[in-house]
Structures are given as C-alpha cells and as structure tokens.
Nanobody, 125 residues
Framework: QVQLVESGGGLVQPGGSLRLTCATSGLTFSRSNMGWFRQAPGKQREFVAAIRWKDGGTYYADSVKGRFTASRDNAKNTTFLQMKSLQREDTAVYYC??????????????????WGQGTQVTVSS
C-alpha cells in the first residue's frame, strides 16, 4: 500500500533551520507531484510548497518564498523541505502529500491523493 512518512521535525529557535524528509513507498514516485502543507492549531491546513515530477519545477506560498526549498530524490523515492530563517509563525504540523492524478493546481488540498501522518515543527526560544 502507499505510505508517506515524514521526519525531521522538532524544536528550533527563531532564525534556525530544519530539513524535513518525506519517504514514500508503494507509488510511482518519479511520476508523482509532491506537496508540503502545514496546519497550525486552530487553523486550516495550508499550502507550503510543491515540486513537479515532470521537470522538478517548484512552487511556494508567499509566506515561505526565499526561506524554504523543496527538492526530491527520485532514486530514493523521497522528497525534502529545507527550511531556513524559521519564524514563530512557521510552527505547525507539516504534512507531505502525493499527487499522481495531475488534475488540479498543486496549491490545492484536493490535488493530492495520499498524505503522510505529519511531523511537528515548533519554532520557539
């Protein structure tokens, strides 16, 4: 079955960095667009970043542009989210998601077919 497992979250001070990893299995990763979303307490899940399978093109939410970088390693069926200059407002549970339907804009929740369980990122001094 399809599995997406996030790791790399934790507690970091403002201005710090973290690298999230999403390891996948059971899907054709090389032909899956991959997305990152986050959900803070009391808020809706929101788009963070996405990376296309076809050409590695990336998309970012305005709030993270220039600070976060999405990447992928098709040989390892894994996608990454490098986060720098973290701010308290980045505190959330971060989820990765896989889209192999290719039917909707990658910033939309309903573009994705499978989701991971999430990893907590807490930015605090």
């Amino acid at each position: 079955q399809v599995q997406l497992v996030e790791s790399g979250g934790g507690l970091v001070q403002p201005g710090g960095s973290l690298r999230l990893t999403c390891a996948t299995s059971g899907l054709t990763f090389s032909r899956s667009n991959m997305g990152w979303f986050r959900q803070a307490p009391g808020k809706q899940r929101e788009f963070v970043a996405a990376i296309r399978w076809k050409d590695g093109g990336t998309y970012y939410a305005d709030s993270v542009k220039g600070r976060f970088t999405a990447s992928r390693d098709n040989a390892k069926n894994t996608t990454f989210l490098q986060m720098k200059s973290l701010q308290r407002e980045d505190t959330a549970v971060y989820y990765c998601a896989a889209d192999f339907s290719w039917g909707r804009p990658l910033s939309q929740l309903d573009a994705y077919d499978y989701w991971g369980q999430g990893t907590q990122v807490t930015v605090s001094s």
